[in-house]
């Protein structure tokens, strides 16, 4: 993270905002003080003839941001996932960023793939096109499989795009730890652990194997969803550097001329994309995070394709439990309920009143279920819901803060399809469904069941443990001990026990 390439590479980039005129708009959105704003304005309009003018047709964040090239594309994409950190305005320009960036020659490609596969590119795929996407990290081509005729998908890395991302990286870690002494206001919003987060996710999408992988468990929790598709993962022919995928024929989702005239559905179409999201959250805690047009497609025979798994969410299974509880509260417009889950949940701290938390959630509640039914919004609800426990004191969730973001984009793309789309309509059996398999007689029997078996595993130590407490107490020069004094362990061991015991009687029962 050291050398003059860091400060040479934020000269480029403060040149640059100051000549696509960005400067000003992130910092207002970022809450800087006039003096901060003043002194980035001061500094970098006497070198904006260094920077690249970028494309004047896109907004001045957007054309920034793409003139910097692919780190940077790739930073504002996970950013506009986080309107926590950079706000929802700038988030909106972020989240429309353009990703399509010039391809690299088809047989940088194919080289690509001979080094990954260990075999030529032509010997393994007869036929291998010119790209058909060029992205910030990677490219798109169409092939087919020589053995076996087999129509798929090949994704390829870049070239040197590890070496270039990494540079970017230590820039940006670099600028993040100066803003932070610079700038005490950016403090709050945590600079140098939002480049942690980038770096991650970053280092992940230059692993394909981890996006192969993802691809794969996205397929295998979805093999039975009516409707819904998604590519088959070629493991033989897939590496760090090359992914493979079947082939996706379809209709692009965001054509509704050629999705009419192929004689699809529409209405059907949105209300799948949106029942299908929530399901893959609530049931799996494991979904798709960039379901936008571009990467969606539908199927001769109607079903929705989906791709492109470089940004997936998960969500734990209590979040999942909470997340049900809270839609469901607001479903049956039971806000003393969504209150007491939050607190039993610890996302609003113990002392606040419950009463006027209820009374809050109300007033988020109650004028959108006013509305008529085609203008009520389940992403405008978390919305309000977010500023709401933000007021109460709850501290900010990631997994929270992109699973609305990702509800935001779900319900754009069903509403461009069916305009009159009731989202509640949609929404209620799936959020029902998950309620009765997971919170009721039959998930506590499922619960106690599982505790069981994981106290199981420790049985046979408990004596032990037990009686190496008693043991290292009994040694001890001091006075007797009490009960109310005796080890953890000991209480553990107990404890256990007796919990075994119950489990076995509600499993006879």
């Given at each position: 993270m050291?050398?003059?390439?860091?400060?040479?590479r934020l000269?480029?980039t403060l040149?640059?905002m100051?000549?696509?005129?960005a400067n000003r708009?992130?910092?207002?959105?970022l809450?800087?003080?006039?003096?901060?704003?003043a002194?980035?304005?001061?500094?970098?309009?006497?070198?904006?003839w260094?920077?690249?003018?970028?494309d004047?047709?896109?907004?001045p964040t957007?054309?920034?941001?793409t003139?910097l090239?692919p780190?940077?594309?790739?930073?504002?994409q996970?950013l506009?996932?986080?309107?926590d950190?950079?706000?929802?305005?700038?988030?909106?320009?972020?989240?429309?960023?353009?990703?399509?960036?010039p391809?690299?020659?088809?047989e940088v490609a194919?080289?690509t793939v001979a080094?990954?596969?260990?075999?030529?590119?032509?010997?393994?795929f007869s036929?291998?096109?010119e790209?058909i996407?060029?992205a910030?990290i990677?490219?798109?081509?169409?092939?087919r499989?020589?053995?076996?005729?087999?129509?798929v998908a090949?994704?390829?890395?870049?070239p040197n795009?590890?070496?270039?991302?990494?540079?970017d990286?230590?820039?940006?870690?670099?600028a993040?730890?100066t803003i932070e002494?610079?700038?005490p206001?950016?403090?709050r919003?945590r600079?140098t652990?939002?480049?942690a987060?980038f770096?991650?996710v970053?280092t992940?999408?230059?692993?394909l194997r981890?996006e192969?992988?993802a691809?794969?468990?996205?397929a295998?929790?979805?093999?039975g969803?009516a409707?819904f598709t998604?590519?088959r993962?070629?493991w033989p022919?897939?590496?760090?550097?090359?992914?493979?995928?079947?082939?996706?024929e379809g209709?692009?989702?965001g054509?509704?001329a050629?999705?009419?005239a192929a004689?699809?559905?529409?209405?059907?179409?949105?209300?799948r994309?949106?029942s299908?999201?929530?399901r893959h959250a609530?049931?799996?805690?494991?979904f798709?995070?960039d379901m936008?047009q571009?990467?969606?497609k539908?199927a001769?025979?109607?079903?929705v394709?989906?791709?492109?798994?470089?940004?997936?969410g998960?969500?734990?299974e209590y979040?999942?439990?909470v997340?049900?509880?809270?839609?469901y509260?607001?479903?049956r417009r039971?806000?003393r309920?969504v209150?007491?889950?939050?607190f039993?949940a610890?996302?609003?701290p113990?002392?606040?009143?419950?009463?006027?938390f209820?009374?809050?959630?109300r007033?988020v509640?109650?004028?959108?279920?006013g509305?008529?039914?085609?203008y009520?919004?389940?992403?405008?609800?978390?919305?309000?819901?977010?500023?709401v426990?933000?007021?109460?004191?709850m501290a900010?969730r990631?997994?929270l803060?992109?699973?609305?973001r990702?509800?935001?984009v779900?319900?754009?793309?069903s509403r461009?399809?069916?305009?009159s789309?009731n989202?509640?309509?949609?929404?209620?059996p799936?959020v029902e469904?998950?309620i009765?398999?997971?919170?009721?007689?039959k998930?506590l029997a499922r619960?106690?069941?599982?505790?069981a078996r994981?106290l199981?595993?420790f049985?046979p130590?408990l004596p032990?443990?037990?009686?190496a407490?008693?043991?290292?107490?009994?040694q001890?020069k001091a006075?007797?001990?009490?009960?109310?004094?005796?080890?953890p362990?000991?209480?553990?061991?107990?404890?256990?026990a007796?919990?075994?015991?119950?489990?076995?009687?509600?499993?006879?029962?």
């Open positions: 050291r050398g003059p390439h860091n400060i040479w000269v480029q040149a640059t100051e000549r696509t005129g708009f992130v910092l207002q959105q809450g800087a003080p006039a003096s901060v704003a002194l980035a304005r001061v500094l970098g309009w006497p070198l904006k260094l920077g690249e003018k970028g004047p047709d896109l907004p957007t054309r920034a941001i003139a090239g780190a940077y594309i790739k930073f504002g996970i506009s996932t986080r309107p950190v950079v706000g929802d305005d700038l988030a909106v320009q972020l989240r429309v960023l353009q990703d399509k960036l391809p690299f020659p088809v194919k080289a080094q990954e596969l260990g075999r030529p590119a032509d010997e393994v036929e291998f096109s790209p996407a060029a910030s990677a490219q798109v081509h169409k092939a499989i020589a053995a076996t005729g087999e129509q090949v994704k390829v890395l870049r795009v590890e070496r270039e991302f990494r540079r990286i230590d820039a940006f870690y670099f993040a730890s002494i610079l700038a206001f950016s403090r919003l600079p652990d939002v480049i987060h770096d991650g970053v992940g999408e230059l692993d981890i192969t992988s691809a794969a468990e996205y295998a929790n979805t093999e969803d409707g998604v590519p993962v070629i022919l897939s590496g760090k550097r090359v992914m493979t995928l079947g082939w996706c209709v692009p989702l054509d509704n050629a999705i009419d004689g699809h559905d529409r209405r059907a179409i949105g209300e994309v949106l299908m999201f929530l609530l049931r799996d805690g494991f798709h995070a936008h571009g990467n969606m539908v001769p025979n109607g079903d394709l989906v791709f492109d798994f470089g940004i997936m998960r969500i734990d979040t999942r439990r997340y049900a509880e809270i839609l509260g607001f479903i039971d806000y309920r209150a007491e889950v939050h039993e610890g996302y609003v113990a002392d606040r009143d419950i009463d006027e209820a009374q809050a959630l007033s509640g109650e004028p959108i279920f509305m008529e039914a085609t009520i919004s389940m992403a405008k609800l978390l919305a309000y819901l977010f500023e426990t933000e007021r109460f004191g900010t990631t997994e803060i992109l699973l609305q990702t509800m935001v779900v319900e754009g793309v461009s399809l069916n305009p789309i989202i509640w309509e949609v929404a209620k799936i469904e998950y009765k398999e997971n919170i009721g007689p998930a619960d106690l069941t599982r505790t994981v199981a595993r049985g130590r032990d443990l037990a009686e407490a008693l043991i290292q107490q009994s001890r006075e007797p001990p009490r009960p109310s004094r005796l080890k362990a000991i209480w553990m061991g107990l404890g256990s007796l919990t075994l015991a119950v489990v076995g009687l509600v499993t006879v029962l």
